[in-house]
């Protein structure tokens, strides 16, 4: 069941506006089987640029109900329905505000006709109720009044519910006031990722990657940030639509990985810290690091020419490492060589790799 909705109010600052109109129409998905309409008396001034949109004045609601004489039937007409709403935020909020000014915390699922439409009709150029309604054919009258706001929803959300044809994303589309769709997106997320060691992306609902993170185990990494309280730990939780990940197998690799694609990705909610790069030349100049892979059978590979590093690899047969050829035609190319650099040399002054493989010149490199 639904309670379709649209609420006029007197503008002003945020969370200081009071209702001066609302209609509620109760929709079981096919007719309208109950209604609320009613002018209301906010109690305050109706700023004049929202006179002059909707035309109602304060004379006009000198006499009205104010909210508190009204408030039981917006509770009884909207009891286990779904709010719906253009821009259900607005209208939400709104009736929250009014409500907890009476000390009663109104809390309903909701659902907004605007994020419904730019997914099921994403080729209308305007996602706004009037122009939206135009592209579709949806007549309109008393633009700007909640009655005539409210029955133009009803029509658009009739159509985006045979549009959802395989009744998902309005499913998905649902806000739920304890913030279960919430705890079900981090559980989807967390339930695609492995306990193992390796590099993570997170991206948001455009794809863009706005955090890299690393960690031996990616699924504990990936949960502990998505359960921080600090300022910064909140916003990727709540802006995190998708995570994706490499293994890498080992702690050099991880490191590598992580810090070459932060230097060259530059994610929104990464601090990247310069490295000091100085001269730091390896041991031997024509060198193969060999250490473990992502899988018993598997070798990670960075191959070293003339103390540069040159790329990576996994090998899991003896002749990729033994043929330098066959080597070459496997490597990810490492563009930034200087830091590529700084991070092995340092790795190897503090830490064990499986082997280290010495090359001579004449090996073809």
Known sequence: MYAILDIETTGGKYNEEGITEIAIYKFDGHQVVDQFISLVNPEREIQEFVVKLTGINNKMLRNAPKFYEIAKRIVEITEGCFVVAHNANFDYRILRTEFNRLG???????????????????????HSLGKLCRFIGIPMSDRHRATGDALATIQLFKLLLEKDTEKEIIQQSIKYFDNRHEKFRVQKILDGLPEKQGVYYIHNKEGSIIYIGRGNNMKHEVNKLFLTETRKGLKIAKRASEVTFNETGNLLFTRLKYHLELEKLRPKYNI?????????????????????????????????????VIGYTYTNLAFQENQLSILKSMLTPIENKELAKTIIKNYLLKNKVSKIVRLQVENNL
């Open 272 to 308: 990247i810290r310069r490295k000091k790069i100085a001269d730091k030349n390896f041991n031997h100049d024509h060198m193969m690091i060999i250490d473990k892979g992502r899988i018993p059978e598997e070798h990670a590979v960075i191959l070293i020419e003339s103390n540069e």
């Open 104 to 126: 009663y915390d109104y809390k309903r699922n909701t659902l907004c006709t605007v994020t419904l439409s730019k997914k099921l009709i994403s080729e209308a150029p305007s």
